[in-house]
């Protein structure tokens, strides 16, 4: 398995731009999970899916953000209109079926987002 | 209070030496403990789990868990340089989710 992909890897974007990112977890996988990382707070959660289905987005910054998974293969994370308090390297993962604590997560390789 | 915290380091070690790193909880339902490390512009990679107080060896690698103190902490025998990366600390409770700590710096010193 390709293990888990996300595109674009790096993104460069003005403030005020709409910005686009992706991820495919590993087939299989029923949970997925999109994280921030920044210097100052670390890793942080931002949403997770469950077959698809939102689970919990508590960590969703604000309105400006917004995350759909439409089938098993795909999720998006959108951010709109995007500032420069956004730039962090954005991480999705995925873990397979039951409790998700107790199985691994993997982790993709990131994209770098610089917002100017 | 943070709900995972870790010293950010950096944990200077010379090469062969042990690695002592530790991570403290919040919240004391928290059930799975992980640990991860990830290299500098990569992602993190799990290296160790435990569940269950006490230890868990694995090569050289030893994960200690002491939930009536809300401490667990990550042992690398025989550091050697190629080891040198962040560590990152995550704890899960009851739900789907895990807190992660801003990790621990190592750097392994030939």
């Known amino acids: 398995d390709a293990g888990v992909i996300q595109s674009p890897r790096h993104e460069v974007t003005e403030m005020g731009q709409e910005v686009t990112l992706r991820c495919k977890p590993i087939?299989?996988?029923?949970?997925l999970f999109w994280y921030r990382q920044t210097m100052m707070r670390g890793l942080e959660l931002l949403i997770y899916?469950?077959?698809?289905?939102?689970?919990?987005d508590s960590g969703m910054p604000e309105d400006r953000f917004s995350a759909k998974m439409p089938n098993a293969s795909f999720s998006t994370l959108k951010i709109q209109p995007s500032e420069p308090r956004d730039s962090a390297v954005y991480f999705c993962a995925s873990s397979h079926e039951g409790l998700a604590a107790y199985n691994e997560q993997f982790f993709g390789p990131g994209t770098r987002l610089t917002v100017l | 209070q943070k709900e995972v915290e870790q010293n950010s380091g950096p944990l200077s070690v010379p090469e062969g030496a042990i690695a002592s790193l530790n991570c403290t909880y919040s919240?004391?339902?928290?059930?799975?403990f992980f640990w991860y490390r990830q290299y500098s512009g990569k992602s993190p990679e799990l290296i160790m789990s435990i569940y269950s107080n006490g230890d868990k060896e694995d090569g050289r690698f030893t994960a200690q868990l002491n939930k009536a103190s809300q401490y667990v902490s990550l042992l690398i025998r025989d550091s050697q340089p190629s080891d040198s990366a962040t560590y990152l600390c995550?704890?899960?409770?009851?739900?789907?989710?895990?807190?992660f700590g801003t990790g621990t710096r190592l750097q392994v010193f030939p």
């Open positions: 919240d004391r339902v928290s059930q799975s």
């Open positions: 995550a704890v899960n409770g009851n739900t789907d989710k895990l807190i």
């Open positions: 087939s299989g996988h029923d949970y």
């Open positions: 899916f469950n077959n698809n289905v939102p689970i919990d």
